[in-house]
């Protein structure tokens, strides 16, 4: 069974809409992070969350914005969409922040028309 | 900030050939990780590897942090090892993964 879920996997969305990304891990990890791969990309970080705060943000837009409503939680909720936010966002979680290698679940790719 | 190089970016290999796959990175970093990016997109772990060797059947993985390098090393190729591997410096205190742009592998029988 995953372990970490991520709702939903296929998501179609036009622009200037605003969608939420769902992530749940059952694992009982205290760090949460996010992560995008747009075509052509290298997979590249966007949030850190530990014990449901952030610790860093590596995305120059705020209509990007995670939401931890519960400790297992880390949601990505995206406004104002636009094209080039198609991609697949993947939601990842370790123990701890630190030397842990994180799991990632398995993506929700994202496109806008 | 950290900047990760792998290469190549794409290999073909006849089936039961090795593969050798290369990661560098630009600053210290706390561990290299190995994902093998199946079709479909999802991310599967391969090594976490600070430094040293570590095996897992068919694959061997070395980093040398003075060196700023790591490999993957895929000893006789299945078709099923086709697909794209991906290489990630992890930093900070915040685990956060810089990855490289991947090698796209494709063993044909």
């Known amino acids: 069974d995953p372990k970490i879920i991520q709702k939903p996997k296929y998501l179609v969305a036009v622009t200037g809409s605003e969608k939420i990304l769902i992530c749940e891990q059952y694992l009982g990890h205290n760090a949460m992070y996010w992560y995008r791969q747009s075509a052509k990309k290298p997979l590249e970080f966007m949030f850190s969350?530990?014990?449901?705060?952030?610790?860093d943000n590596q995305t120059a837009s705020s209509r990007f914005q995670p939401q931890s409503s519960k400790k297992n939680h880390l949601d990505l909720q995206i406004t104002a969409l636009k094209p080039d936010d198609s991609a697949t966002y993947f939601c990842?979680?370790?123990?701890?922040?630190?030397?842990?290698?994180?799991?990632f679940g398995e993506g929700t790719r994202l496109s806008v028309l | 900030g950290q900047q990760v190089q792998q290469s190549p970016a794409s290999l073909v290999l006849q089936e039961g050939e090795n593969a050798e796959l290369q990661c560098n990175f630009s600053?210290?970093?706390?561990?290299m990780q190995w994902f093998y990016q199946r079709p479909g997109g999802s991310l599967v772990s391969l090594f976490y590897n600070p430094s040293g060797t570590k095996h897992s059947g068919r694959l061997t993985s070395t980093t040398v942090i003075k060196e700023r390098r790591s490999s993957l090393h895929i000893s006789s190729s299945q078709t099923t090892d086709s697909g794209t591997y991906l290489c990630?410096?992890?930093?900070?205190?915040?685990?956060?993964?810089?990855f490289g742009q991947g090698t796209v592998l494709s063993v044909i029988p």
């Open positions: 600053t210290s970093l706390n561990s």
């Open positions: 969350y530990s014990y449901q705060k952030l610790m």
């Open positions: 990630a410096a992890l930093t900070g205190g915040n685990n956060k993964l810089t």
């Open positions: 990842a979680s370790s123990q701890d922040p630190g030397n842990q290698a994180p799991l």
